[in-house]
């Protein structure tokens, strides 16, 4: 008899066709071990394909149901499930869609799962308070250059190519604008953050994403806004600023080194 741990591997492999050694396991009780098996093989990949479904609603509604259902029979066994719930599955699926030769003449459709993805994990993520305006005003004078912002941990960014928040928006149920939109409208950048336990997306303009990208990935305030005038030399810093503290974008600050 195999220990547990031996056990549980052979019926994970088993389950994605990798070797049938869980088969002698199996108590034959008037269904063959392998027909057993197969019953939970397609339990199990219904269900998270289901799951899948339920984290990129948009992407199922472009491709089509069946479309979507070959795509995750392809997904599940290279990312299976590893945690003891499903929250973390799907993380890589985005990727997988960009090198899934069927949806090669959908260029847009990683970006938009990557949307879909940063919705997911906003939605489950824990906010914290939204930045201390005291805290902001305290920082002298001389030593301001230096202040980096934290970015709200119930935030993402994204940013595509295409006009990926366009293509959510005019995707969603009871959708009532106009539903044409063309690929060569230019790419969108967006911010994705929870507020109130709802999430919302805003667009952002390309130096307004810079801004923040750059600040999400440690530069000082300084930094940021000369990497954001750079991008637009005729942003409006003063204004986005005040958009993002009253939008709850960052959530606390430190003194570079």
Not at 31 to 40: C, N, T, V
Not at 87 to 116: H, K, T, W
């Amino acid at each position: 008899m195999p220990a547990l741990r031996e056990l549980q591997e052979a019926v994970f492999d088993a389950l994605f066709r990798r070797n049938e050694r869980a088969t002698a396991e199996v108590r034959d009780q008037g269904l063959a071990p392998a027909r057993r098996l197969q019953i939970y093989r397609n339990n199990m990949m219904v269900s998270l394909a289901d799951a899948l479904a339920a984290v990129y609603p948009v992407v199922q509604r472009l491709v089509g149901e069946d479309f979507f259902r070959h795509s995750a029979r392809r997904y599940i066994p290279l990312h299976p499930s590893r945690a003891g719930h499903l929250q973390p599955f799907g993380a890589a699926y985005a990727e997988f869609l960009a090198g899934f030769e069927p949806a090669a003449g959908l260029p847009y459709l990683p970006d938009v799962a990557r949307l879909e993805w940063a919705w997911h994990e906003v939605f489950h993520a824990a906010a914290a308070p939204p930045l201390d305006l005291a805290r902001l005003a305290a920082v002298p004078e001389d030593a301001r250059d230096g202040v980096q912002l934290h970015l709200q941990p119930a935030a993402r960014l994204v940013a595509s190519d295409y006009p990926v928040l366009s293509i959510w928006q005019t995707n969603q149920d009871g959708h009532a604008g106009d539903s044409t939109l063309s690929l060569d409208s230019g790419g969108e950048q967006v911010l994705v953050i929870q507020r109130d336990l709802e999430v919302e997306l805003h667009a952002l303009g390309r130096a307004e994403h810079e801004l923040l990208d750059r600040l999400a990935r440690g530069a000082t305030l300084a930094e940021a806004a000369e990497a954001a005038f750079a991008r637009e030399p005729e942003f409006d810093f003063a204004a986005q600023f005040a958009r993002h503290l009253a939008l709850g974008s960052f959530a606390g600050l430190a003194l570079a080194a």
